[in-house]
């Protein structure tokens, strides 16, 4: 092979290294990406619903365990173990800031945005994961049926 090919194949392949490392790199960013996506929208999901839950309530006890009420049915959760009850009681705060952030004066959006930061932070280094991967619940593969 004469020089000038050896060079044009060793570029080639040099581009070639180039477009798998940047591709590699891009996949993973997108993943990145993905999962911020989904777990944005999951947080606005769930605090969709325990607003709705805790906003109309007439006192914070009733406004806490209707949000307590609402995580337990977004997550499935159909019974208790001490797992569960610590998560929903570090949720309290949650809940709390949300009700309050609804009365006329009360707690600015920023109060339910810190609560749900350090719910999310404590989440995470309990249990070593994020919080908003509990909603990653895989759906059994149901056979579909002609009638």
């Known amino acids: 092979m004469t020089s000038f090919l050896l060079e044009l194949k060793t570029a080639a392949d040099a581009a070639k290294t180039t477009e ?8 993973k960013q997108i ?6 996506r989904a777990f944005a929208f999951r947080r606005l999901n769930l605090m969709e619903a325990i607003a709705d839950a805790a906003g109309p309530a ?3 006890e009733v406004a806490v365990a209707n949000a307590f009420a609402a995580l337990r049915n977004r997550l499935g959760w159909n019974s208790d173990s001490d797992a569960r009850q610590e998560v929903i009681t570090h949720f ?9 952030a609804g009365l006329t004066g ?3 959006a920023t109060g339910v ?6 719910f999310e932070r404590w989440y995470a280094e309990t249990w070593g994961l994020p919080f908003w991967a509990l909603f990653e619940q895989q759906m059994p593969d149901t056979p579909v049926v002609d009638f």
């Open 20 to 27: 798998t490392s940047f591709r590699k790199e891009a996949a």
């Open 31 to 36: 993943a990145v990406l993905e999962q911020e």
């Open 58 to 60: 007439e006192s914070e």
């Open 92 to 100: 309290g705060p949650v809940a709390l800031a949300v009700f309050r």
């Open 106 to 108: 009360g707690e600015p």
């Open 113 to 118: 945005h810190d609560a749900l930061a350090v």
